[in-house]
T-cell receptor
Framework: AQKITQTQPGMFVQEKEAVTLDCTYD???????LFWYKQPSSGEMIFLIY??????QNATEGRYSLNFQKARKSANLVISASQLGDSAMYFC???????????????FGAGTRLAVHP | DGGITQSPKYLFRKEGQNVTLSCEQN?????MYWYRQDPGQGLRLIYY???????QKGDIAEGYSVSREKKESFPLTVTSAQKNPTAFYLC????????????FGSGTRLTVV
């Protein structure tokens, strides 16, 4: 069965420092996608970054980068130069399949609560 | 601007009542989904729909029902059969290919009183 594991219930980081949020996954599918979402206290889910299983380069989006280690089945999120507004819940999610038609189920981890201190 | 609108933001239900949560999207997305989130947990899939007049059960469909009469709308009914309905409910949509993931609504917080 497919599974996403986030082992850090909570993380603290000093403002302007970098932080890594861990995510490991388990799937027997060769084609899949990995996502990170941010959920502030308002509850909305904000898409941060995407990595396809066949992408050779690690994904980057501004201050966010995804450290993709396929053999270890890990997809850690790195936030550089943390800001106070980064304080939120962060979810790692996995989608099976290339997405070329058909249903694409997203499986979520339990999340990591990040607190950025001034 | 395109997006997903969920209403109401807060909803209170008495024991034994059915309630319906609204989800509307103007993104022209084919697929729509309902997720449930409990405190300190991730999201769990309730129901999903890829096309109008078709929907499938997710992992925790018991006690819930949905309809998809229009492409833009995917309402969720929480029935009295759902024994523990207090939770945060998120609606999402995606293009059929789903390559870019989902767009989420802002959620409805349901409380049983």
């Amino acid at each position: 069965a497919q599974k996403i594991t986030q082992t850090q219930p909570g993380m603290f980081v000093q403002e302007k420092e970098a932080v890594t949020l861990d995510c490991t996954y388990d799937t027997s599918d060769q084609s899949y996608g990995l996502f990170w979402y941010k959920q502030p206290s308002s509850g909305e889910m904000i898409f941060l970054i995407y990595q396809g299983s066949y992408d050779e380069q690690n994904a980057t989006e501004g201050r966010y980068s995804l450290n993709f280690q396929k053999a270890r089945k890990s997809a850690n999120l790195v936030i550089s130069a943390s800001q106070l507004g980064d304080s939120a819940m962060y979810f790692c999610a996995m989608r099976e399949g290339r997405g070329s038609g058909g249903y694409n189920k997203l499986i979520f981890g339990a999340g990591t609560r990040l607190a950025v201190h001034p | 601007d395109g997006g997903i609108t969920q209403s109401p933001k807060y909803l209170f239900r008495k024991e034994g009542q059915n309630v319906t949560l609204s989800c509307e999207q103007n993104l022209n997305h084919d697929a729509m989904y309902w997720y449930r989130q409990d405190p300190g947990q991730g999201l769990r899939l309730i129901y999903y729909s890829q096309i109008v007049n078709d929907f499938q059960k997710g992992d925790i469909a018991e006690g819930y029902s949905v309809s998809r009469e229009k492409k833009e709308s995917f309402p969720l009914t929480v029935t009295s059969a759902q024994k523990n309905p207090t939770a945060f409910y998120l609606c999402a949509s995606s293009m059929e290919t789903g390559i870019y993931g989902y767009t989420f609504g802002s959620g409805t917080r349901l409380t049983v009183v």
